[in-house]
């Protein structure tokens, strides 16, 4: 697929390749299970930078370059998926017009994480007699299912160092909040409502597991803030019921994890809070996600937290970036890689208050600087 107008790849300038590439990956509708359109075009335009190229069987695509003698390998990390465009009427720009207007690239996934996937092609395409090797992975299904893709990436290709693109504003994120969700059930015993003391109403026990675990301290960091523990659905059984008893009640919590929280200190946690209370069961489920392959990505619904472990690396990165350090309160495919103690960053074009939202838009001039940024990253981390 050829952008009408686009500029032949291997004449076109970095500044103005990058807002091409960015512009027609754009233009294609990816949400998650559905980015194989997308995918195809990434792969093309791998082929036509020089990029050894390949897609896994849940089709998340993989560019490779080898340098010209011995070294570490850095992979760069960005999602194809997007969120769904759910209201299309309330935008002022065409969801998939890649429009520019005002300085900035309009559209949906243009900040999260489009742009981040044009600039690290550029910059690592445009990398020359550099030591070790350089991948560009473009996952899948980061939206639905945080990690899972990429986790898979590496277990077929491990590396040295892992730069994750999310929108930081070209900040050097450090440290990362997780996330999990959890299933508390509450399990009763049907009646007839007029004659409820012959039943046992789970939906009773349900708010009083609810009431203690709203009391329940949460755990702070200094420099990611307070975690999280917020009921965000609850259903009953027999449901709809006109005079049943409810025999089961259902809740399920998003939790923000802080680094070092696991998926047993979570439940344990939330077990001695509910400590007492009887016919209640508490679990992290798995998660599902069909790719565009066909394939089925599975995981448990529990996305560590973490923090740089290796300040030596990261203090070289944040000298040669002449940017502060970030913290990031929101979960990203750079969980699975710093759940392998590897050296893990994250870094890209646009702010988290850009992504999501009606009128998704980038700015041109921090599209620019990204292929500066990540080409400045890939020399600090390959020694170059």
Not at 21 to 49: D, H, K, N
Not at 136 to 147: F, G, P, R, Y
Request: with cysteine.
């Amino acid at each position: 697929m050829m952008v009408p107008g686009m500029t032949t790849l291997p004449n076109a300038s970095a500044s103005s390749l990058v807002v091409e590439l960015c512009r027609e990956f754009v233009r294609i509708p990816s949400p998650s299970g559905g980015e194989g359109a997308l995918a195809a075009v990434v792969a093309t335009r791998m082929g036509e930078l020089g990029f050894a190229v390949e897609t896994d069987r849940y089709g998340s695509v993989l560019g490779t370059r080898r340098g010209s003698r011995p070294g570490p390998t850095v992979l760069l990390d960005a999602h194809l998926d997007t969120v769904p465009v759910t209201r299309p009427e309330a935008w002022t720009q065409d969801p998939y017009g890649a429009a520019i207007h005002e300085g900035r690239l309009w559209g949906r996934g243009a900040a999260d994480t489009k742009g981040s996937i044009a600039a690290m092609l550029c910059a690592a395409a445009a990398m020359t007699d550099f030591p070790g090797t350089v991948r560009v992975s473009a996952s899948v299904c980061e939206e639905d299912l945080t990690a899972a893709a990429l986790s898979h990436v590496l277990d077929r290709h491990p590396a040295d160092v892992v730069l994750v693109g999310e929108p930081t504003s070209l900040s050097l994120g450090v440290a990362q909040k997780g996330r999990a969700g959890v299933l508390l059930e509450a399990a009763g015993r049907s009646a007839h409502t007029s004659r409820p003391e012959l039943g046992d109403n789970a939906v009773y026990k349900l708010m009083e597991a609810i009431t203690r675990l709203r009391a329940l301290p949460l755990p702070t960091d200094p420099e990611l803030g307070r975690g999280v523990c917020e009921l965000i659905e609850i259903s009953s059984e027999p449901m709809p019921s006109r005079g049943m008893v409810p025999h089961l009640a259902t809740a399920r919590l998003a939790l923000r994890l802080l680094p070092g929280e696991t998926a047993a200190s979570v439940l344990d946690r939330i077990t001695r809070a509910l400590a007492g209370l009887e016919g209640l069961t508490l679990r992290i489920p798995e998660v599902r996600q069909t790719c565009h392959t066909g394939a089925e990505l599975i995981q448990q619904d529990c996305i560590l937290g973490w923090r740089c472990q290796h300040p030596e690396l990261r203090d070289r990165l944040l000298a040669a970036l002449g940017t502060p350090a970030f913290a990031a309160p929101y979960t990203t495919n750079a969980s699975a890689a710093a759940a392998r103690g590897l050296p893990t960053f994250l870094l890209g074009p646009g702010a988290i208050e850009q992504a999501h939202i009606v009128d998704e838009w980038v700015a041109l001039d921090q599209l620019t600087a990204a292929v500066t940024a990540y080409q400045t990253a890939l020399r600090v981390c390959l020694g170059a």
